[in-house]
């Protein structure tokens, strides 16, 4: 089986520091001769970090909007494009400051090439200044902070030299009072290297339905492949009962009532069916937190039994 795409999601607040570690990575992937590509997301018309990304590395920029919410299809686009005409390792994707980790992680998770990546992680670097000045933050920046840090699954804490050592341990323990599960580490222009980072292994299971599955990051995605169409009483029961940390599902399905393919949406409780035209592989991306992979395997398995 072909070895998936790494994806790498940098998080973190406006100035936290992103560009600056993305700058670090990129020349330790270059060391380690890894075929990179970068996707710079930018609020504004014009990308003024690109210039960081050498030449020979693909570069894709989602400009004037935010990947999170109203530019998932350009990215979806971006990463099928780097897919079909690239041969890369990883793919790096630097996010606005405002971008919510958990909608990003959606974004990418197309049903159309979800078992083509291997999300490796989200990186969310935090300014130690902003951060103790938070209250100065509206209260829906502030949330957005929060979510930042809570979806991690490494945490740099940047700019740190100016902090006293009891400052800095206050810190630690603030930040991990919101993330108990992701690795802190206090940093200095964001200077890390690829090995502290790479803590989280990859643990990769092939069978006839599961594309990947990750024990360890926070956030996971897993893809599950039918071979035949389902009961749709028995999905919309199952829907009912599934658990929380479930958090959106997408994918192409077809119903034993209907000759018809469906695009399936689900986020925030709403499920959403919508004929397709055309014939697609009927792939269900499941993304939430702490999935319990085995188990959502077992039970994609006894709905597709159900018709046998």
């Not at 035209?277 to 792939?283: C, I, R, S």
Request: one cysteine or more; glycine letters at 4%.
């Amino acid at each position: 089986m072909k070895k998936k795409i790494d994806i790498i999601i940098l998080s973190g607040f406006l100035g936290s520091g992103k560009t600056t570690l993305l700058t670090n990575l990129l020349q330790q992937e270059k060391q380690l001769n890894r075929k990179v590509a970068v996707i710079m997301n930018e609020l504004g018309k014009i990308s003024i970090d690109s210039q960081v990304v050498p030449d020979n590395t693909p570069l894709k920029e989602l400009l004037n909007g935010c990947v999170c919410c109203t530019m998932q299809g350009q990215l979806e686009a971006q990463l099928q494009e780097l897919l079909l005409t690239q041969n890369i390792d990883v793919i790096y994707i630097e996010t606005t400051g405002v971008a919510h980790p958990i909608e990003v992680v959606d974004a990418c998770m197309s049903p159309i090439f979800a078992d083509k990546l291997a999300i490796q992680g989200i990186i969310t670097i935090v300014d130690s200044k902003r951060w103790f000045d938070r209250d100065k933050l509206s209260p829906q920046m502030q949330q957005l902070l929060y979510e930042q840090i809570r979806h991690a699954d490494t945490l740099l804490l940047n700019k740190t030299d100016h902090l006293t050592d009891a400052e800095q341990a206050n810190l630690i323990f603030s930040i991990q009072a919101y993330n108990t599960h992701a690795t802190c580490l206090l940093t200095t222009f964001a200077n890390i290297s690829l090995q502290q980072i790479q803590a989280v292994p990859k643990n990769n299971r092939i069978s006839k339905q599961t594309t990947h599955v990750q024990h360890d990051l926070k956030v996971k995605s897993y893809v599950y492949q039918f071979m035949q169409p389902l009961d749709i009483d028995a999905f919309e029961n199952w829907l009912r009962e599934m658990p929380e940390t479930i958090l959106r599902i997408k994918g192409y399905l077809k119903f034993t009532h209907s000759e018809s393919m469906f695009l399936f949406q689900y986020s925030y409780g709403m499920p959403i069916y919508m004929k397709e035209p055309v014939q697609m592989p009927m792939n269900l991306v499941f993304i939430g937190e702490n999935l319990n992979t085995s188990w959502l395997e077992n039970e994609m398995i006894k709905l597709e039994q159900k018709n046998l």
